[in-house]
């Protein structure tokens, strides 16, 4: 069945009925896709949207990350937007790198908007009655994170919470972030992560990033947290160690960090990185 939702500045269709639904926005006059995996019932639901790496794609980060089952038995709608050549615009407008801009006039002759995509997103599934616009969470795996914290960065107020995997914050973000609210937020980080190093640097595209203590302590600083961070002790798979940085005493909201001893740019299975975002989520309300 195909199904209609016209507004101001956006066109939803449902392209098939399948169990995970394949779904196309209008922005700006570029058709935008994703995925969604709806729990039952009809009425407004929590929901998560989780933005895959680079080279990926909704399909993939679906299978990769098993969300889609969690959130569906959790009670959460799970989404998976597509990013254009399986690659998010997380720059600035003005700010990107000509290998960007060369990239993207290779898949679609501009670049995407895709801030205004995600915002567009949200919008529709909460103007269509499909998702509860007081618990909506953004989530990203490695330049999906990147993507979700420029949108953390502009437009906080949509979201009740955010999850960072395997993820960092470039300065040519970090340097203008200016989150109108504090957000709660979850990490996960190896430290010794080669493709966005724990400790900052460079990436390999080269993008100076900040050493993830560094946007610990920026959340810490925005959420207004006072004490502290609670330390524990989880062991892991391949003699790997996860170290827990809870940070709890805070007016805006938890930060909370895994970071895998040891770690490179994956996370290991059995520390189950979609039900840890689950459970985070399920008691954050904006």
Known sequence: ?????????????????????????????????????????????????MLHGGGGGAEQEKQLSGLAQIAQREGFLAVFPEATGGLWNFFPPGKETAQVVEFFQRHGGGLPDDVAFLKALVATLVQDGVSDAKRIYLSGRSLGGVMALRLACIDAGTFAAIGLLISAMPDTVGSDCHPPKPLPVLMIN?????????????????????????????????????????????????????????????????????????????????????????????DKAR
């Open 1 to 49: 069945m195909k199904r209609l939702l016209l507004c101001s500045f956006v066109l939803l269709t449902t392209v098939s009925s399948s169990a995970a639904e394949p779904m196309q926005l209008i922005v700006n006059g570029h058709a935008r896709t994703f995925l969604i995996e709806r729990p039952p019932g009809n009425r407004p639901h929590p929901t998560i949207i």
């Open 190 to 282: 190896g430290s010794a992560d080669r493709v966005l190093p724990y400790q900052g640097m460079r990436s390999i595209q080269g993008e100076i990033l900040w050493p993830t203590q560094r946007l610990v302590a920026f959340f810490s600083d925005l959420n207004g947290c006072t004490q502290p961070a609670q330390r524990s002790l989880q062991s892991g798979p391949r003699a790997q160690n996860i170290e827990i940085e809870r940070s709890t005493a805070c007016t805006g909201g938890p930060v909370v960090l895994y970071r895998i001893v040891g770690g490179g740019h994956d996370i290991p299975a059995a520390l189950q990185a979609s039900q840890t975002l689950l459970t985070f989520f399920s």
